[in-house]
């Protein structure tokens, strides 16, 4: 049952103990949650990437919690994707937590609502710890009835951060959002339910390697997979994913977009990188990836808010991820370095537009893009960072961005799948012209009349920029995360 | 009688789709169930086996407190982050209509039933050693004592310490935390305990769990955080979202 190459290490349940902790304490001790808040931040990104270090080094591990081996008990499992991952969540958590220590406290200098603005702060620490803590143990969990457990962790602090900003629209983006999910979540269920009559274990590995196709099999696939592309906010199950980003508060909003929906495609990666189910319906996420692709793009250039584009590029990006499920057929390994790394960037760089776009309505008390010019002039760190991040949105050289959709192309044509590098490329396209329409106004030369007073904290513009060199960086650095991936 | 069946036949007819698709569902998941396909055995015997390692003699409750102890840490995680949700919404500008004053009975009622509840949730921690029961049985009747005690809004709620009901909707998953860290620190595995101190582990988690279940399930029945009179919120009369971003 257990592979002799995995070797046992505790390692892997501290990126899970650290933040639920956290997230007890921000909760207990509500007049120190900023610092508690972003001392845990700080030690669970620190953890992650203990972890990835660890993994990187010394190959895939496995730790049977309560000491139970599997199938009896549960264990997590750290390979080169479920490492990379966890990384990714360490390092755009950190920023944007960084950002929100400075978010949360210019609202409140700048606001009569004090005690409005520090009950929010209160909720957002605790929810967005517990939230971090549950996507950790998503990504590192080998068991799929405690990968569910996970899921609603996920579900629900995600819900809560959505509705924290109170207004009206959000409060109706994030009852869309639960209902969405609680489907989601149910679908995924009912599948853990049929994998178990048919094989005896929850342990994923396990299910995975003994799969076959026969009804109760595909039907448990088809369940979780629906599941998992509701959450997911794939083309056409994406109506519920704009209202509830665009106005959340801003760092929900980059964590939304970042982390959380990475969470469900990842799952989803885990279930479909079989070859049997290549070879059956590999086709089907790659077409709802493809018009999403599309259709996303269309709708961001067509939005009049800042925050509302950039939710509508979310929805094109996610089609990126899927689209390239047919690519992972190839042996070569090629497929999965593209799909993963595009995971990276855009979390990296969408965060990173959230992060600038939020500093921006925060100052200008709006996001109408036509009526945002002369803002660099205010905030050039911040404008400056929507500009790099774009960048790695729109697949520009040197970014992550391009390793990404070169590293699509590539493996597209070299299996001959000509549309597809096509469809990446008419993708690239889309996404330049929208982003085009917020970057010119954003750096038009128009200077501002009146000058006001800066009411953002530099830690809120310097995050972000963080944020979106490290998007960069990764066009750089790439042999790094690509050996960290191939661990397995 | 004319206007009943008549509304339920339209909205019938209005809904038609939807009904065609939950028995397509239905069909397809009962075809699925009964379709050959790979069956196992289940863990039946392996539970057995490790039975008596767990310091329990309940099967159920050693998966859910000793084999999946895990799964458990982060269920009692989501209760906790249930009320935490709750709290984290904006009280509305809207408030509900004042309830009438309790009568007679229900405060005869609660008198009466308060104390049993208490004791037949103790009765069911104790009995999920080793028979059905267990945690999150004893939690939900203690809930209900709670939302008694809210209906008749009792004399009792005041004398709660103040901030303990934070601490007491904490306790729970905190002792779990802190049980799990605690075997680490004894060179092993996270949350790993064995017969036979298994038995105090365990016995301790049910209790502390089901107290602070109780307390979540009644906290969320009363929907909102309770108003210390020092912090003053001055939310509850201003759309302060107006200003927000």
């Not at chain 1, 008390?365 to 945002?372: A, E, K, T, Y």
């Not at chain 2, 028995?23 to 039975?51: C, E, H, I, R």
């Amino acid at each position: 049952m257990t592979n002799p190459a995995l070797h046992s290490s505790a390692w892997l349940i501290w990126p899970v103990a650290a933040p639920l902790t956290g997230a007890l304490l921000t909760f207990l001790f509500k007049d120190h949650s900023r610092r508690l808040g972003l001392f845990f931040a700080a030690l669970s990104s620190g953890l992650g990437t203990a972890l990835a270090w660890q993994i990187l080094g010394h190959g895939p591990a496995h730790y049977a919690l309560g000491g139970w081996q599997p199938p009896l008990g549960i264990a997590l499992r750290a390979d080169g994707p479920a490492a990379l991952m966890v990384m990714m969540t360490a390092i755009t958590g950190l920023a944007v937590s960084i950002y929100s220590g400075g978010y949360f406290q210019s609202r409140r200098r700048n606001s009569k609502h004090h005690a409005l603005h520090s009950a929010q702060e209160h909720a957002f620490w605790s929810l967005w710890l517990l939230l971090w803590a549950a996507l950790n143990g998503l990504f590192l969990s080998n068991d799929i009835f405690n990968i569910y457990v996970s899921l609603e962790l996920v579900t629900l602090s995600s819900v809560g951060l959505t509705a924290l900003s109170g207004k009206p629209p959000s409060l109706v983006a994030a009852m869309r959002y639960l209902l969405v999910s609680l489907l989601g979540s149910l679908s995924f269920l009912l599948g853990v339910g049929f994998f178990y009559k048919a094989y005896g274990t929850l342990a994923l590995t396990a299910i995975i390697n003994s799969l076959s196709l026969s009804p109760p099999t595909s039907m448990a696939l088809a369940l979780i997979s629906i599941g998992l592309l509701l959450k997911s906010a794939l083309f056409p199950f994406h109506f519920w994913l704009p209202p509830a980003h665009a106005n959340a508060l801003t760092p929900v909003s980059a964590i939304l977009s970042g982390l959380v929906i990475k969470g469900s495609w990842y799952l989803f990666y885990r279930f479909w990188h079989v070859e049997l189910i290549f070879t059956a319906v590999g086709l089907v996420p790659a077409i709802l990836g493809g018009a999403a692709i599309i259709w996303g793009a269309w709708q961001a250039f067509a939005q009049q808010r800042l925050k509302m584009l950039v939710a509508y590029s979310t929805v094109a990006q996610i089609g990126y991820l899927f689209v390239a499920f047919p690519l992972l057929a190839e042996t070569s390994g090629q497929g999965h370095g593209a799909l993963f790394y595009f995971a990276i960037s855009h979390s990296c760089a969408k965060g990173a537009m959230f992060l600038a776009a939020g500093t921006f309505f925060l100052q200008m008390g709006h996001d109408r893009i036509r009526d945002l010019a002369g803002v660099r002039q205010l905030l050039p760190v911040s404008s400056f960072a929507f500009g790099l991040a774009a960048l790695t949105i729109m697949g520009l050289p040197p970014s992550g961005g391009f390793i990404a959709k070169y590293l699509y192309i590539n493996t597209a044509i070299n299996q001959g799948l000509w549309w597809l590098a096509l469809l990446i490329l008419l993708g690239s396209g889309l996404s330049a012209a929208y982003i085009f329409r917020a970057v010119s106004a954003i750096l038009s030369p128009q200077l501002l009349r009146i000058r006001p007073a800066l009411v953002v904290s530099a830690s809120m513009q310097w995050s972000a920029l963080t944020l979106a060199l490290i998007s960069l960086l990764l066009g750089i650095i790439a042999p790094l995360p690509l050996a960290l991936l191939e661990v397995s | 009688m004319t206007k009943g069946p008549s509304k339920t036949a339209s909205a019938l007819k209005r809904q038609w789709p939807l009904a065609l698709l939950l028995v397509l569902l239905f069909t397809a998941l009962a075809w699925a169930y009964l379709a050959p396909g790979p069956a196992a055995v289940g863990l039946a015997a392996q539970v057995d086996a490790s039975l008596t390692a767990s310091g329990v003699s309940s099967r159920v409750t050693a998966v859910l407190l000793n084999f999946r102890a895990y799964d458990t840490l982060l269920e009692c995680f989501v209760i906790f982050l249930g009320v935490m949700v709750v709290w984290s919404l904006r009280p509305t500008t809207v408030t509900a209509p004042r309830q009438p004053q309790a009568g007679a009975i229900l405060s005869s009622l609660e008198r009466l039933l308060v104390p049993l509840m208490v004791l037949v949730a103790g009765y069911l921690l104790w009995a999920g050693s080793n028979q059905a029961g267990g945690a999150f049985q004893a939690g939900a009747i203690l809930g209900g004592a709670g939302v008694l005690l809210l209906l008749d809004s009792s004399p009792l709620l005041a004398r709660l310490p103040k901030g303990g009901l934070v601490w007491g909707i904490c306790l729970g998953p905190f002792y779990f935390l802190v049980v799990a860290v605690a075997a680490m620190l004894r060179g092993r595995h996270f949350l790993e305990y064995r017969a036979p101190e298994a038995t105090l582990a365990i016995v301790t988690l049910e209790a502390t769990a089901a107290f602070s279940i109780g307390l979540c399930l009644a906290t969320l029945f009363a929907g909102r955080q309770p108003q210390g009179k020092s912090r003053g919120e001055n939310s509850a009369h201003s759309p302060a979202w107006e200003e927000d971003s």
